[in-house]
């Protein structure tokens, strides 16, 4: 079993900057990849951003060059530092883990708004 645990998130003006946080517990030995994905109202999930086991990322073409990801404390805390924000990012945020037995978790979501 794994826990993760999201923080981070709030209310910021277009052009702004949030950095989340997301700390896994547990079996995190057994975790292999990490990620963040977002849920606007109305609109499905959708993968962000994503950081495999060798520390290889993909991103969303809709956040490239603005979110980065990264990881940290043995691979037990993952971040996305999120810069230059628009209203259309504005969603609850949530971080996932994957097991190398292929299950995966997630955690309970972050709130982001970004509005005016």
């Known amino acids: 079993q794994v826990q993760l645990v999201e923080s981070g998130g709030g209310y910021v003006q277009p052009g702004g900057s949030l950095r989340l946080s997301c700390a896994a517990s547990g079996s995190i030995f057994s975790i292999n990849a990490m990620g963040w994905y977002r849920q606007a109202p109305g609109k499905q999930r959708e993968l962000v951003a994503h950081i495999a086991s060798g520390d290889s990322t993909n991103y969303a073409d809709s956040v490239k060059g603005r979110f980065t990801i990264s990881r940290a404390n043995a691979k037990n805390t993952v971040y996305l530092q999120m810069n230059s924000l628009k209203p259309e990012d504005t969603a609850v945020y949530y971080c996932?883990?994957?097991?190398?037995?292929?299950?995966?978790?997630w955690g309970q979501g972050t709130q982001v708004t970004v509005s005016s």
């Open positions: 996932n883990a994957e097991q190398t037995s292929g299950n995966d978790y």
